[in-house]
């Protein structure tokens, strides 16, 4: 986890001018070959509470689901959306990169720098980093896995 995380997020959040600043940003063009309606796929990350009270009053509250694990992903993301504000990833630049676990032996990384810095770690990763295998996902890669109707968004068959 990255000292000042909180910092660097708010610095990144203001400088994007977004509604919305996460690990990874999925969408129908297949970035990261997994092809789905545009959403947070890694939602770590931050908004602020004007943009969050201004969804609450659009919805009458924040949009999210109790049920299925990815679809509360998307109805949050689509909060944002449908109220007017964007949805951006910390990764582009790539100073740094998102962790995902992938429920197996191998860590997911995403963005351009596989060896970039990590805002966060799930949190099976922390102290047991050498345990996993890392297999790096770029924007490039576009062959489609699997779309987003899953528990775990993007999981191989």
Do not use: W
């Not at 949805?87 to 676990?101: A, F, N, P, T, V």
């Not at 963005?111 to 996993?132: L, Q, R, Y």
């Amino acid at each position: 986890m990255l000292d000042n995380f909180d910092s660097v997020l708010i610095d990144m959040y203001e400088s994007k001018n977004c509604g919305f600043l996460c690990g990874l940003v999925l969408d129908e063009t297949g970035r990261y070959g997994i092809k789905s309606q545009k959403h947070a796929g890694i939602t770590n990350g931050i908004a602020s509470s004007f943009v969050l009270e201004k969804i609450r009053t659009h919805f009458c509250c924040l949009p999210h689901d109790m049920g299925e694990y990815s679809n509360g992903q998307i109805m949050f993301s689509n909060g944002f959306l449908e109220a007017g504000f964007s949805i951006e990833e910390y990764i582009e630049s790539g100073k740094y990169r998102s962790l995902y676990d992938d429920h197996t032996d191998k860590i997911r990384i995403y963005g351009p720098n596989k060896n970039a810095k990590d805002i966060f770690s799930p949190k099976i990763v922390v102290g047991t980093e050498s345990k996993f295998n890392y297999v790096h996902f770029k924007e490039s890669d576009r062959s489609v896995r699997r779309t987003a109707k899953s528990r775990v968004v993007g999981k191989l068959h």
